[in-house]
């Protein structure tokens, strides 16, 4: 079907991965839209490396087919593709841009072909004066960097990252997601996985959520909002708003400390809220209609304990 083809990247039909009595993947299928970034979302355990791994051909499926522009997907989608694996494998005895250079050779690239960018990356990520410092003398946070950077190092057309973000302070999180943002502005598609909404939210065109080796929800983030965020109000505010809760306007109230999420009821209008949270002296920060973010979604598709078991794992 060549319409479709030319819509997606990758098609992944039913995918299915046990190991022993844990069915880590079951019955998976989404797809992977041309030039975007598509974000894996699940908590902890959820399958999304499962999932990655197959896409990279590390683990075979038990059964299920993906599809790379509409054909059986062999060793084309990997040879175009840096991937950033969970388990971070660098040699702790080599130096900095002699990693950089390995991993470029591992990719048919010579030192010469990629000395440039290597050194323009290793400045973007502010590595360039440890250049010959050792692996193993870097921290976490700059062992992560390089990685990346080695992901990279080739030009891939499509990058699929596992946890990209995990172990990153602010700046470093800042700069990667900027990077991100320009790979996608050069067109090349970009898959990522996370277990962090507000990322996914903000970053992502389209998501793909995974709970218990199953897909809870996917599609376009924006059809997805629509879709969801009738009759819910964002709330960002100073005060007491105990007196909703009983409240026959509403139909629940989710508070997520930065933020409250209200569901109105069917006949209520938004707008009555506004009033009553004015009339009870509420500081209202912010209140946007009709607007719901994709942690409630999540929260309200896989249930409450998720949240914890989340921040339990953070
Ligand atoms: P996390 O964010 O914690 O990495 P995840 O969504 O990536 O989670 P997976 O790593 O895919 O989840 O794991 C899904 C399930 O499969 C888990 O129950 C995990 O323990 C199990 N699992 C994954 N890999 C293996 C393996 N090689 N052998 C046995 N069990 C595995």
Redesign the pocket.
């Known amino acids: 079907n060549r319409e479709r083809s030319v819509m997606h990247l990758l098609e992944v039909k039913n995918l299915k991965k046990s190991?022993?009595n844990?069915e880590?993947?079951n019955d998976v299928s989404f797809t992977v839209p041309q030039g975007a970034i598509t974000g894996l979302i699940?908590r902890?355990?959820?399958?999304?490396?499962?999932?990655i791994r197959m896409l990279m051909n590390i683990f075979l499926p038990d059964s299920g087919d993906i599809l790379f522009q509409g054909a059986s997907a062999g060793i084309e989608f990997q040879e175009k593709t840096g991937y950033l694996p969970?388990e971070r494998g660098l040699y702790k005895k080599l130096k900095v841009l002699e990693t950089i250079f390995f991993f470029a050779e591992l990719k048919n690239k010579s030192k010469k072909q990629i000395e440039k960018r290597a050194i323009e990356l290793l400045k973007k990520f502010d590595l360039f004066d440890r250049r010959n410092s050792k692996v193993e003398d870097l921290s976490k946070g700059n062992q992560q960097k390089l990685q990346f950077i080695c992901t990279v190092i080739h030009e891939p057309d499509y990058l699929v990252l596992d946890?990209p973000f995990s172990g990153l302070d602010p700046i470093n999180t800042n700069i990667l997601k900027e990077m991100i943002l320009e790979f996608k502005r050069q067109g090349k598609v970009i898959i990522f996985?996370t277990?962090l909404m507000e990322f996914a939210e903000k970053m992502c065109d389209h998501v793909v959520m995974?709970d218990k080796?199953k897909i809870v929800l996917s599609g376009s983030i924006l059809d997805i909002k629509k879709r969801y965020s009738h009759r819910n109000i964002s709330l960002v505010y100073d005060g007491d708003i105990s007196f909703l809760k009983g409240d026959s306007m509403i139909e629940s109230i989710e508070d997520y400390g930065n933020y409250t999420g209200i569901k109105v009821k069917e006949e209520s209008d938004v707008q009555n809220v506004l009033s009553a949270l004015i009339s009870h002296k509420v500081n209202v920060r912010s209140f946007i209609a009709n607007d719901i973010s994709l942690h409630e979604i999540f929260i309200s598709l896989v249930g409450a304990d998720s949240e914890n078991n989340e921040k339990k794992e953070n």
């Open positions: 190991f022993g844990i880590a993947v699940g902890n355990g959820a399958g999304k490396t499962t999932t969970e946890e996985s277990h995974i080796g």
